[in-house]
């Protein structure tokens, strides 16, 4: 059984950074790509960013191409990261750790963490 288990997020000042982590356990990790989502209230889920299996390309919602980097932890493959800089209060979302096909879609990923709170003040 395939599991995702976020953690790092917390309360940050505007301007701040995070590092967010993604623990998966079970099997077939090496052969899917990693993402992250996150979802506001109010809002629809959004996508954050992407990464492949091998690590080698990415891919980042617009908003968030000069502050964000995904990546992923090569000597420990079930483990992948994102780094969020320059945060602001619209960044408050809960961020959702996913493992699937590489797609900027949620429905290409099957399988989710619980989701990390992150909130940004002001």
């Known amino acids: 059984q395939v599991q995702l288990v976020e953690y790092g997020g917390g309360l940050v000042q505007a301007g701040g950074s995070v590092r967010l982590s993604c623990a998966a356990s079970g099997r077939n990790h090496n052969n899917y790509s990693r993402a992250w989502f996150r979802k506001s209230p109010g809002k629809e889920r959004e996508f954050v960013a992407e990464i492949t299996c091998d690590g080698n390309s990415t891919n980042y919602a617009d908003s968030g191409k000069v502050r964000v980097t995904i990546s992923r932890d090569n000597a420990k493959n079930t483990e992948h990261s994102l780094e969020m800089h320059s945060l602001k209060p619209e960044d408050t979302a809960v961020y959702y750790c996913?493992?699937?096909?590489?797609?900027?879609?949620?429905?290409?990923?099957?399988?989710w963490g619980q989701g990390t709170q992150v909130t940004v003040s002001s």
């Open positions: 996913a493992r699937g096909d590489f797609s900027a879609r949620a429905n290409e990923y099957k399988y």
